[in-house]
């Protein structure tokens, strides 16, 4: 069972950028596809983007195409979450997640993610 903690998150002005990080432990991390997802106050959680085991393909949902980018460094067991032009809207605590290789992970289902990290809090304000 792999083990994930994201970190990176934050308080920062719209506009601004953060990166945030998800480590994984226990586990052959480059045999899994990822996922970052979110969950505003109020709101059910939603996929924002999502990585192939080797990192050729990703997935992002439209709201932060452009402006999100998913990135996997398979030696150090870590996915990144690269987030510029923020807004509130991007407010919310945002998670990383595993998926199969063989299941349809770019669809950004929650039921092809198996463990999921606790979350780290993005708060964008001025």
């Known amino acids: 069972q792999v083990q994930l903690v994201e970190s990176g998150g934050g308080l920062v002005q719209p506009g601004g950028s953060l990166r945030l990080s998800c480590a994984a432990s226990g586990g052959t991390f480059s045999r899994y596809c990822m996922g970052w997802f979110r969950q505003a106050p109020g709101k059910e959680r939603e996929f924002v983007a999502g990585i192939s085991m080797g990192g050729a393909d990703t997935a992002y949902t439209v709201s932060v195409e452009g402006r999100f980018t998913i990135s996997r460094d398979n030696a150090k067991n870590t996915v990144y979450l690269q987030m510029n032009s923020l807004k509130p809207e991007d407010t919310a605590v945002y998670y990383c997640?595993?998926?199969?290789?063989?299941?349809?992970?770019?669809?950004?289902?929650?039921?092809?993610?198996?463990?999921w990290g606790q979350g780290t809090q993005v708060t964008v304000s001025s």
């Open positions: 997640a595993t998926a199969s290789p063989y299941s349809d992970w770019f669809r950004g289902r929650e039921r092809d993610f198996g463990s």
